[in-house]
């Protein structure tokens, strides 16, 4: 079963806009990664935040995570048309040592030029 | 370096059938996962090998099996194919030694068309 649900399932911005896209998750865990994919490709890690960190940013990506709601965001700034793809959350929950990650469903961004 | 590849890119078979995909990982990387996503059930870990070692498994039938070679190359096999069996196959590696910390890099998938 999945571990993450994502909110929303699709969001449709402007260029320039941001955009926000919410995780949440059921289970403890020791790290989070976002990871992005472009129409049904192979996936591209974007950032991961560990359990003892708030927040974190690469470019223009902010993530923070709340372990006390189980809940985490990505929020990219001044969108892209490039940056249309699905973002998916994923925990490392009941990975032990291994490489194991649950995906949650993912959000489809659409962002119009 | 050369990312991770994946082989075949597509592929077609009927129900009833065997089917095997194959991983080369990035040079150097020692783990590699491999993962179902469909639109109904979304991503699903399959399993992960570390040196030749199966580490961990997902909640699959027996059907799905895989492999690791010495060369960290890494093969899964699916037999008798369903039609649910359809779907995009992505394998992805890392350098495994520090579990689900480790970046993974993804191979752009095998789409399997089950008839």
Redesign the interface.
Known sequence: SQQGEEDPQALSIQEGENATMNCSYKTSINNLQWYRQNSGRGLVHLILIRSNEREKHSGRLRVTLDTSKKSSSLLITASRAADTASYFCATDAGSGNTGKLIFGQGTTLQVKP | KAG?TQTPRYLIKTRGQQVTLSCSPISGHR?V?W?QQTPGQ????LF?Y?SETQ??K?NFPGRFSGRQFSNSRSEMNVSTLELGDSA?Y?C?S?A?TS???????????T?LTVL
């Open positions: 991770v783990s996962s993962y979304g991503l699903q870990f992960e570390f580490r961990n997902g995009l992505l992805a890392s495994g579990g689900a910390t480790d970046t993974q890099y993804f191979g752009p998938g789409r």
